[in-house]
């Protein structure tokens, strides 16, 4: 057996130590960019061998936590594909306006760059003071970060041009203000946005939906967890509701591909059927 | 394994004492930033549409790409290109690119995966990242090929692909536009199989007739993560 294969061994034991010591189940991730964290973490904490770490986490719960954060790397942006949330404000907005209330739930929000950006688009589009939005992650650190909405000013620059490509109608500007090398995010886009702990691999549905916003999540995921998180989405959606995902994740292979219709298929917006 | 001192193209092939029934290798990575475009159709073209290997390519492309590159090469050269989907299998005789603003990844199995894990070597697609899950996917069975660019991105993974059992070929630095990146490869990872981008490509078909293989004459230099 190679060094290789053994290693190997060596993750899946230490994935099932954590899931048995704390409950967090990482087995079902997409196991190359586990393998990837995993090491990032053994260097910065100069551990040689993948073993060693077992012991370690299983024992020391501040290993542990930093180890979740590791796996939990929040890497997002305002705006992350402009087409996208221009598709929104076209093809979802309008039929959103029909509902006297809409409720949203940002799956895997992370340090929430596009919870905002999403509450700006419903801001800039007359929705916002009737919609409720649900942005849940697993990782507490990052749903801390995303209930405050501070971010490093020298990033101002590439939002404010997403922002724009995206179809805002406003001045970037007018929703944060600056703050030594921050960028605070104001507090009348957090009115409606409820920030809570949520974890798609082992949690349940807590309310009917309009739309689901998931995007570059389940990428991390393997396909049996994948159908796992989009059968809570399905199960989340009324009729009717949509559904955006990552513009690299898709339905088509998917257990729910036949309950959805396609509403915008680059930008990867659905709408679950009516009928 | 036989190691042929290699001084040359021709040394570097050997054919095997009983000649090879098959083809030892799965799939081909390849690298490559400023200037590798050109090298890549270079390399592609005379690989014919029924290649057993799977071809995967990471190229560093402007994230307002939007499959133009994967379409570009693909009306180039005889092989299928598209963009790599997550969660893809990878088929012989077909070429994935990595999506610009996307990691590629390989899983354990041969199955593809994206990420949009933080940007290595300030790339996004990484080379590294596709080489080195490629490594510990294919072992002994991958052939890892860097071309031109601007910066090292791709070394440490070429060096993982030697340290587990796989190959490793850069072009030659006097035909690449910019000679930083197969440079960097060919001193971290001690590459000594070093040739122009059509040489590449005429040397993949060689070894995928079955008819040959390639030895890297000298040692990676990480004796210990060997086998």
């Known amino acids: 057996m190679t060094t290789n294969d053994i290693e190997n061994i060596e993750v899946d034991l230490l994935l099932e130590a954590i899931y048995r010591r704390y409950g967090y189940d990482f087995r079902s991730y997409a196991r190359a960019s586990i393998d990837r964290r995993v090491r990032q973490f053994l260097s910065s904490k100069r551990i040689q061998v993948i073993s060693e770490l077992i012991p370690r986490v299983l024992r020391d719960e501040e290993m542990f936590s930093e180890l979740v954060q590791y796996f939990s790397i929040p890497v997002t942006e305002m705006f992350r594909d402009p087409f996208v949330y221009r598709a929104i404000r076209e093809k979802v907005v309008s039929l959103l306006k029909t509902y006297p209330f809409v409720r949203i739930w940002h799956a895997g929000c992370a340090s929430g760059e596009e919870v905002y950006s999403l509450a700006i688009v419903l801001a800039e589009e007359g929705l916002y003071d009737r919609a409720t939005v649900f942005a849940t992650d697993f990782n507490d650190h990052a749903l ?21 490509e995206a ?28 920030f809570a702990s949520h974890n798609l691999v082992a949690d349940h549905v807590f309310g009917e939906m309009h739309l689901v916003f998931c995007r570059n999540v389940l990428i991390y995921f393997n396909r049996e967890l994948q159908n796992r998180a989009l059968r809570l989405f399905t199960d989340s959606l009324i009729r009717g509701g949509f559904l955006c995902l990552g513009t690299k994740e898709d339905l088509q292979f998917s257990e729910v591909a036949d309950e959805y219709e396609a509403v915008d298929l680059k930008a990867r917006i659905y709408r679950k059927k009516v009928g | 394994m036989r190691i042929v001192p290699a001084k040359r193209l021709t040394d570097a092939l050997s054919p095997p004492a009983n000649e090879l029934q098959e083809c030892p290798y799965a799939a081909v990575v390849v690298g490559g930033s400023a200037g590798g475009m050109e090298a890549l159709s270079i390399l592609l073209a005379p690989l014919p549409a029924d290649y057993p290997l799977s071809v995967l390519v990471a190229q560093h492309l402007h994230k307002s790409d939007d499959e133009y590159f994967a379409r570009h090469l693909d009306a180039r050269v005889s092989l299928h290109v598209t963009e790599a989907r997550d969660k893809e299998a990878a088929e012989p005789g077909r070429v994935y690119v990595a999506p610009a603003d996307y990691h590629l990844l390989v899983e354990r199995g041969g199955t593809l995966a994206l990420s949009i894990d933080p940007k290595v070597n300030w790339a ?39 340290d587990l059992g796989g190959r490793a070929i850069a072009q030659d630095p006097s035909t690449a536009e910019y000679a930083v990146m197969p440079q960097a490869a060919i001193s971290i990872a001690r590459l000594d199989i070093v040739l122009p981008p059509e040489a590449i490509g005429d040397l993949l078909v060689k070894i995928a007739l079955g008819k040959m293989k390639i030895h890297n004459r000298l040692e990676s230099g990480n004796m210990e993560n060997n086998r």
């Open chain 1, 144 to 164: 801390e970060n995303a209930k405050e909405g501070i971010y490093p000013a020298d990033r101002i620059k590439e939002f404010t041009r997403s922002y724009q």
């Open chain 1, 167 to 194: 179809g805002g109608t406003g001045s970037f500007s007018e929703y944060y203000h600056a703050r030594y090398d921050s960028a605070v995010m104001n507090t009348a886009l957090k009115k409606r946005i409820t």
């Open chain 2, 124 to 162: 996004r697609p990484s080379i590294d990242v596709l080489f080195e899950s490629a490594a510990r996917a294919w072992a002994d069975a991958l052939i890892g090929v860097i071309l031109s660019g601007a910066n090292e991105d791709g070394a440490q993974g070429m060096r993982l692909i030697r």
